[in-house]
């Protein structure tokens, strides 16, 4: 089972970015799916989740409105659409995938159980 992270890259503050992470070794079509971020020097931070296969999306705050966390379970693909972004949005992503059951576990990194090597995204001012 992996996940392999791509997308990121060097962007202006106001620019795009689309992260992909595919996934392989099972389907994960059942599994929440989840974008984490870790900056230099700080704690690892819930950026978005799609729960299962329900539709149903979570976002952190600091990133509400400007990214939105899709999936395409035939591809066993996730991305993270990131508009508008701001250099504190630094960091590397990381892409992850559980087997949560319950709404209120999908912003902690417990719930998942494989992640991502990560892709860089840098955002200068």
């Known amino acids: 089972v992996q996940l392999q992270a791509s997308g990121g890259g060097l962007v202006q503050a106001g620019g795009s970015l689309r992260l992909s992470c595919a996934a392989s070794?099972?389907?994960?079509?059942?599994?929440?799916l989840g974008w984490f971020r870790q900056a230099p020097g700080e704690e690892r931070e819930f950026v978005a989740a799609s729960f299962r296969n329900s539709g149903t999306t979570f976002y952190g705050d600091s990133v509400k409105g400007r990214f939105t966390i899709s999936r395409d379970s035939a591809k066993n693909m996730l991305y993270l659409q990131m508009n508008n972004l701001k250099p504190e949005d630094t960091a590397v992503y990381f892409c992850a995938a559980g087997v949560a059951t319950i709404t209120s576990t999908v912003r902690r990194g417990s719930a998942y159980n494989y992640w991502g090597q990560g892709t860089l995204v840098t955002v200068s001012s």
């Open positions: 070794g099972r389907s994960f079509k059942h599994d929440t």
